[in-house]
């Protein structure tokens, strides 16, 4: 799994650098579908991944407001903040919750910490597709999604 985190996170981090090459008003613009704009879709993900991961290690969940990061700048550092924050927790203590059943307060079900892992990571990559879909109707090209050829450091 580690493999995976470390993907979307190297993937999550080109996109962030090509939005770099977009206006505030095409970074928040409601795109149709999805989680609505590009900007807001980089936050959710980062939210989300946060939440779940604090879930998993029974901490309680910091909701984080999109007025609070309405900025691609702002998005960067909470991203980057928040991997930083989970990065030995991923490496170093995961796999050792792989079939411990975890509840968290938003969900009616308990579900397997490994269960919870992929969910984190298909959510991602889901929207990350999505991503790609508005960067063609943009007329650019998106990150390529890739997984073999990346050098992935865990």
């Known amino acids: ?6 993907y979307n996170w190297q993937v999550r981090d080109e996109w962030f650098k090509w939005c770099q090459q977009l ?3 095409q970074l928040l613009k409601e795109m149709g579908g999805g989680a609505g704009s590009i900007l807001y879709t980089l936050f959710h993900i980062v939210e989300v991944e946060n939440s779940w991961i ?11 407001s999109f007025d609070d990061y309405a900025t691609l700048d702002k998005v960067v550092s909470l991203s980057n903040r928040l991997k930083q924050d989970h990065k030995h927790f991923i490496d170093c203590e995961l796999l ?6 975890i509840q968290v307060p938003w969900e009616t079900n308990a579900y397997t910490c490994d269960d919870i892992i992929h969910h984190i990571i298909v959510h991602e990559i889901h929207h ?6 508005w960067a063609r109707r943009l007329d650019l090209s ?12 865990h």
Do not use: W
């Open 54 to 64: 604090r879930g998993i290690q029974g901490k309680e969940d910091m909701v984080y």
């Open 96 to 101: 050792q919750l792989n079939e411990k059943m």
């Open 23 to 25: 206006t505030s008003s």
């Open 1 to 6: 799994m580690k493999k995976f985190f470390a």
């Open 142 to 153: 998106p990150i390529p999604a890739h997984f073999v050829g990346r050098e992935l450091s």
């Open 128 to 133: 990350i597709g999505q991503l790609s879909i």
